[in-house]
């Protein structure tokens, strides 16, 4: 259940005559399944988007590490872990009755960042190094690769009810403090869409910006940003929305263990999180 939360298509299948297998007639393998889930369901945008390259441009959504690292020829037999698009590690556990789990973090050698999905602190490895990780059966690993923007919304009890919630960015800077990213958005239902819009987001000079193309109209707001491997608590900040600078006196800044959290900034997206392009500069 925890696994396959992370693979494009998710649903259990049983027979007449077979051991009941639902989620909730165990404890632990509904606890599981619940806080993959969340995630999964926290992702669910970025998922979208995925399959909207996979549909125009041919990339996977599901990708073995070798493909996303050729220049690595010691990745060639790794299988006991994926990459959900070029952003986000996947290190299940495979084997029964363990409370830990080995994997490797590729490129870490040359540069690359990866940042625990849970903490958002930054992973300690050499390269080439098999690390072990903390496994309880309730867990999965999930780490982001840095440089990576992900658009997410909180997980509600349906994918409508989630994509009904507010967005928030979660901004996971490179080794030259840069990232990028990208969200795909339509009604989610029409085979032919009347409206579709791709949000390009951008993060360099301590600046996040959007690019905004198409006329699709998602309601939900922006509701906070989320920088990863911030360098400290900025003196200030500024944000424009649409051409247009925005008080940001009670907006909120906090910084905790290499991390900047941005709150409050609903009041300026009532329409919308996308309707206008955006650019949020912090001063240090």
């Known amino acids: ?19 009941s297998q639902e989620a909730y007639r165990w404890s632990s393998v509904a606890e599981a399944s ?21 549909h125009t441009q041919g990339d996977t959504v599901m990708r073995a590490l070798a493909w996303e690292f050729p220049n690595d020829p010691s990745l060639a037999g790794t299988f006991t872990q994926f990459m959900l698009g070029p952003s986000l590690l996947i ?35 050499q390269a080439y190094e098999n690390v072990t990780l903390s496994a309880p059966i309730t867990h999965i690993n999930v780490h982001i690769r840095g440089g990576a923007i992900l658009p997410l919304q909180a997980p509600a009890y349906t994918t ?3 994509r009904a919630n507010p967005y928030s960015l979660l901004v996971a800077l490179d080794e030259s403090g840069q990232a990028s990213g990208s ?25 996040l910006s959007t690019t905004i193309n198409g006329t699709y109209h998602a309601a939900p707001p922006l509701a906070n940003v989320t920088v990863a491997g911030a360098p400290s608590l900025p003196k200030g900040m500024s944000l424009t929305i649409a051409g247009q600078p925005c008080e940001v006196s ?11 959290y941005v709150s409050g900034i609903e009041p300026f997206t009532p329409g919308g999180a996308w309707e206008g392009e955006m650019r949020m500069e912090f001063s240090y």
């Open 183 to 207: 969200l795909y958005l339509d009604d989610g239902e029409s085979l032919v869409q009347d409206a579709t819009k791709l949000v390009q987001f951008s993060y360099t000079n301590n600046c």
């Open 1 to 19: 259940m925890s696994l396959s939360a992370f693979f494009p298509f998710y649903r259990n299948h049983n027979v007449k005559a077979t051991i």
């Open 160 to 162: 409508a009810e989630t």
């Open 250 to 260: 009670k907006v909120a800044l906090d910084y905790s263990g290499g991390v900047l």
């Open 34 to 54: 619940r806080r993959a889930m969340s995630v999964r369901y926290s992702l669910l945008t970025y998922m979208y988007t995925l399959f909207y390259y996979a």
């Open 91 to 125: 290190t299940p556990v495979l084997i029964p009755n363990v409370e830990s789990v080995n994997g490797v973090f590729p490129g870490i050698g040359e540069g690359t960042n990866w940042y625990d999905w849970y903490t958002l602190q930054p992973v300690v490895a």
